[in-house]
Each structure stands twice: as structure tokens, then as C-alpha cells.
């Protein structure tokens, strides 16, 4: 639960933004399919970071938006 509640918090957003640019630049760098492929995926931790949603919350028993978790 304390990592949901992390990734809930501001930095916890701001990190998986962060990381999803850097896969996006990795990607990018690599190029080719694999390339792309890495690109794409690292656009799931932006959207999710920007819509303040915790995708592995409902995994590890924890809500699925962030406004809930920081209740």
C-alpha cells in the first residue's frame, strides 16, 4: 500500500512522468521496431501519471485512482 500511496503523491507522478520520457528517448535512440515498441510503452507511465491514476493499486489490493489513495 505505501508504494500505491507514493506513486499517488506528487513525486511519486512526477517520477513516472520522468520515467516515461526516458523510455520514450531510449526508444527513440534504439530505433527500429524495438524502438518504437519501447517509445510506446513508455507513454503508459505519462498518461498514467497525468490522469493520477495507480495501475498496479487494484493488483496489490490498493484503489485505482490516486484521489482515493491520498484520503
Do not use: Q, Y
Not at 500500500?1 to 528517448?25: K, P
Not at 487494484?58 to 482515493?68: D, L, Q, T
Amino acid at each position: 500500500m505505501a508504494l500505491a500511496r507514493f506513486m499517488a503523491s506528487t513525486a511519486g507522478r512526477l517520477l513516472r512522468i520522468a520515467l516515461g520520457i526516458a523510455l520514450i528517448v531510449i526508444g527513440l535512440l534504439v530505433g527500429g521496431p524495438a524502438g518504437w515498441v519501447i517509445a510506446v510503452i513508455g507513454l503508459v507511465p505519462i498518461a498514467a501519471g497525468a490522469a493520477n491514476v495507480c495501475l498496479i493499486g487494484p493488483v496489490i489490493g490498493a484503489p485505482f485512482k490516486g484521489s482515493e489513495l491520498r484520503r
